[in-house]
């Protein structure tokens, strides 16, 4: 099992930032299996939503509507992914989560997802 620990969110004023921090942890075997991790949101009364993905090879893509003003990056290292959130719009205001995609591994066969707890993100005046 992948555990997931998000740390960054918070309130902020309209053309404001953020960064957002999702460490993860759990055996060697789990971590290893990490293909990809990214950043998904929930608004009230709407489903969740990709917001940015990036896979261990550094490939990333971005929900259209934060293109250009978000950017997901890695530590591999750290197992650890941020998400950088600049000029944020009040449209922006959700619950962010983190999650990690992993292929096989030790007795799991196929793929499985892990989730974060999820941060409340807030874009206010």
């Known amino acids: 099992q992948v555990q997931l620990v998000e740390s960054g969110g918070g309130l902020v004023q309209p053309g404001g930032s953020l960064r957002l921090s999702c460490a993860a942890s759990?055996?060697?075997?789990?971590?290893?299996?990490?293909?990809?991790m990214g950043w998904y949101r929930q608004a009230p009364g709407k489903e969740r939503a990709l917001v940015a993905r990036?896979?261990?090879?550094?490939?990333?893509n971005y929900a259209d509507s934060v293109k250009g003003r978000f950017t997901i990056s890695s530590d591999n290292a750290k197992n650890t992914v941020y998400l950088q959130m600049n000029s944020l719009k009040p449209e922006d205001t959700a619950v962010y989560y983190c999650?990690?995609?992993?292929?096989?591994?030790?007795?799991?066969?196929?793929?499985?997802?892990?989730w974060g707890q999820g941060t409340q993100v807030t874009v206010s005046s």
């Open positions: 990036v896979t261990r090879g550094a490939n990333t």
């Open positions: 999650n990690a995609e992993l292929g096989s591994y030790a007795n799991v066969v196929g793929l499985s997802i892990f």
């Open positions: 759990g055996s060697i075997a789990s971590i290893n299996a990490i293909n990809a």
